[in-house]
């Protein structure tokens, strides 16, 4: 039962342009959610984080946007640079489980 | 500020062998957690330590056990291998108490079964 699901494995954006990173989830219970960004032979680097009490999250170039009605969230990149070719992993939790979710993450390609 | 370190970074063991793996939080954290990330997947959450003992436990056999030790290092063993599980296998550390402290992952350790 895949609980966090990230539908694109796969994008390519052109450098200067919005990247737009999708993430849908099932359980109601999930109550904070999390980007990861993992590059080759790395392990994942948190990114950005947003509570279910807030909609929007900014910091820097990365907006996080949840849509509770729709379990729905979206990272933006804006503007995208080379660096941020990479795979990006959305992730869920709720207040006193120990246990990350995991999507299986959606590789985003900045091309020049 | 030392990040999280874990050993070896490759691994080749032979299918019915055991194996540990082993790491080192991140200095100021006390919790160390265990993800198995398969070929296209995203990480699965094996288990969680803290002060020494196991809490938390995500769907892996009873074959995949843990410690933690007085200075919040951790070992990964995993008994009877079988070729499902080949992986990349990743620790992560953070301060239980601080709501909301994300992951600090190391960069994994590869095990090849064979």
């Known amino acids: 039962d895949q609980q966090v699901k990230q539908n694109s494995p796969s994008l390519s954006v052109q450098e200067g342009r919005i990247s737009i990173l999708n993430c849908d989830y099932t359980n109601s219970m999930f109550d904070y959610f999390l980007w990861y960004k993992k590059y080759p032979a790395e392990g994942p680097t948190f990114l950005i984080s947003i509570s279910s009490i807030k909609d929007k999250n900014e910091d820097g170039r990365f907006t996080v946007f949840l849509n509770k009605s729709a379990k729905h969230l979206s990272l933006h990149i804006v503007p995208s640079q080379p660096g941020d070719s990479a795979v990006y992993f959305c992730?869920?939790?709720?207040?006193?489980?120990?246990?990350?979710?995991f999507g299986t993450g959606t590789r985003l390609t900045i091309i020049p | 500020e030392t990040g999280v370190t874990q050993s070896p970074t490759h691994l080749i063991k032979t299918r019915g062998q055991q194996v540990t793996l082993r790491c080192s939080s991140q200095?100021?954290?006390?919790?160390v957690s265990w993800y198995q990330q398969a070929l296209g997947q995203g990480p699965q959450f094996i288990f969680q330590?803290?002060?020494?003992?196991?809490?938390g436990r995500g769907n892996f056999p009873p074959r995949f056990s843990g410690l933690q030790f007085p200075n919040y290092s951790s070992e990964l063993n995993v008994n009877a291998l079988e070729l499902d599980d080949s992986a990349l296998y990743l620790c992560a550390s953070s301060l239980t108490g601080n709501d909301n402290s994300p992951l600090h992952f190391g960069n994994g350790t590869r095990l090849t079964v064979t």
């Open positions: 330590y803290y002060r020494e003992e196991e809490n």
């Open positions: 200095s100021g954290h006390n919790t």
């Open positions: 992730a869920a939790n709720y207040f006193g489980n120990e246990k990350l979710t």
